[in-house]
């Protein structure tokens, strides 16, 4: 297999960013967004090209995640992408494996937003569902977020949480998770 290259978004390339954005346009059939795509950016990336074909992406950017009356540093899971020739080769788990190490010497916490698609992906990878309610601290204060409980994975490293309460994360444009 491939090796995994991590990097900064600063130490990317034009051509790099441009390849990674036909990989999760692709990867998402046309449905990942600019802000999708902005919320990629900005931390690191975990990239496998098989000679000048990149085949796998995810990206790891800092966000700020309340729970029990404590503001979390998370490592938060974005973009994570494999060409869909070239799934179940072990390049997601590469990836993610990449990812995780950054997260358990980063953060206190990972976590990410899974498509349906993915959930069985994660919870093989010992992420667990966040089974309590789940909340953005928006412009008009803290509000549910109902419509993504039941996708939303964490990865505890140095942090007890309590599963049956709230998970808020920081506003941003876009999907909030």
Excluded at 60 to 71: D, E, P, S, T
Excluded at 149 to 168: F, M, Q
């Amino acid at each position: 297999m491939a090796a995994v290259r991590t990097a900064h978004t600063a130490q990317l390339s034009r051509d790099e960013l441009r390849a990674i954005r036909e990989l999760l346009d692709e990867a998402f059939d046309g449905d990942f967004t600019d802000q999708d795509f902005d919320h990629s950016l900005g931390g690191m990336h975990a990239l496998v090209w098989e000679e000048s074909r990149l085949v796998g992406h995810g990206s790891v950017v800092m966000r700020r995640l309340w729970h029990a009356g404590h503001a979390l540093r998370t490592g938060y899971v974005e973009g994570v992408a494999v060409r869909a020739d070239r799934r179940r080769h072990g390049y997601g788990d590469a990836v993610m494996a990449r990812l995780e190490e950054l997260i358990r010497y980063g953060y206190v916490l990972g976590a990410l937003s899974s498509s349906e698609a993915a959930l069985d992906f994660y919870a093989a990878r010992s992420w667990q569902l966040w089974t309590g309610t789940a909340s953005v601290v928006s412009p008009r204060g803290l509000e549910r977020t109902k419509e993504e409980e039941g996708g939303i994975y964490v990865l505890p490293v140095s942090v007890a949480l309590d599963p049956d309460g709230d998970l808020a994360c920081d506003w941003r444009d876009g999907d909030v998770w």
